[in-house]
């Protein structure tokens, strides 16, 4: 069973309060179809790079194939208003080296793709610590944000500073908890702080 | 072994004449990364969906993920200007589903991947047909362009006329011949005729 996971891009589409939106043109020379595409490097399901919250070398095209693919944990919490250290422990997580959470996020892009989930689920900076402690090479959610608001930036850099792959805006509301294979594919823009992905989970 | 097969993205990339160029924008916010991103739907290594030369239902985002990803074979045509019906006979096909041409063309881009290959190698109507008859799912190229000049658009309306999914601008230089698993990973472009790609094969 193969699973896409990915938020449709499109003009419509919710971004992140603040972002470029996305446009579309269509540039047809007879019956040839080209079209030009503007969109943000966070837009839709997409990867944030070390570089998104550092100067350093980290860039979404350097990450290394081998953490974005391989296999992974989907955790289901549906009635989590805010993931913490405590939610994710009473799962097992041991050997998990990719983590992907379905929060409630993901039945609000089911219901309404194009309306921005104010109430989006993300992790606390304990949660963060506790995956940072466990040695994962990639976390994934389905919010367009990892950290729960208030957003002062120490989820993102406990995570991006141990080398972790963030992983946002997955559409996972069709996908049981239970083991996969992660298939992660971001566009590779050269020396961008992240990038627009299409992912898949197999299992 | 894992061979990541995609171009990067970039400004100053080659893009096929008449495309529009690829732009980057920085748009940091204090210590916070973000960029944004035009680009054409053919930039790069992408993926050339049926609307790209008809009016129908076949667009990128709906392009089966399970054509996408799975066994290809890779075939290295160094010394081939044009590939020919013939010059593909010469090579055992028989039950491959996917198969990716590598060319003079990827020499090209592992020198000058801000050049554009004037020289680049395609299929002729000969070759499209003997794909088309064969019944393969998706074929791939190094070049741009998976037809050959002079381009009457015969070949990619024999190709995608039978759902055939083309891969183009693939970087193959580092790849021997042989079987692969391919995951081919296009932006989820919601309605367009083709879209930019992430490519990997593993074997």
Not at 70 to 82: I, K, S, T
Not at 132 to 158: C, F, K, M, N, W
Request: proline share 10%; charged share 20%.
């Amino acid at each position: 069973m193969r699973y896409d996971v990915t938020l449709a891009i499109s003009p419509a589409m919710a971004v992140w309060p603040g972002d470029p939106p996305v446009t579309a043109e269509h540039l047809d020379v007879g019956t040839v179809r080209v079209s030009r595409w503007c969109l943000g490097s966070h837009a839709g399901t997409h990867v944030d790079a070390p570089r998104h919250f550092s100067a350093g070398p980290g860039t979404v095209d350097a990450l290394d194939p081998d953490a974005l693919i391989g296999p992974c944990r989907l955790l289901h919490l549906p009635d989590v208003p805010r993931v913490t250290a405590a939610a994710l422990a009473a799962h097992p997580l041991a050997g998990v080296s990719r983590l992907l959470l379905r929060t409630r996020t993901s039945e609000h892009w089911r219901r309404a793709p194009h309306v921005f989930p104010e109430d989006f689920v993300g992790l606390d900076p304990s949660a963060a610590r506790l995956l940072r402690d466990l040695g994962v090479q990639l976390v994934g959610i389905d919010s367009l944000s990892i950290e729960a608001p208030p957003i002062t930036g120490e989820v993102h850099t406990t995570l991006l500073g141990a080398n972790i792959i963030l992983l946002e805006g997955l559409a996972l509301a069709a996908v049981p908890p239970g083991d996969y294979t992660l298939l992660c594919a971001p566009l590779k823009l050269q020396g961008a702080d992240g990038a627009p992905a299409r992912v898949f989970l197999e299992g």
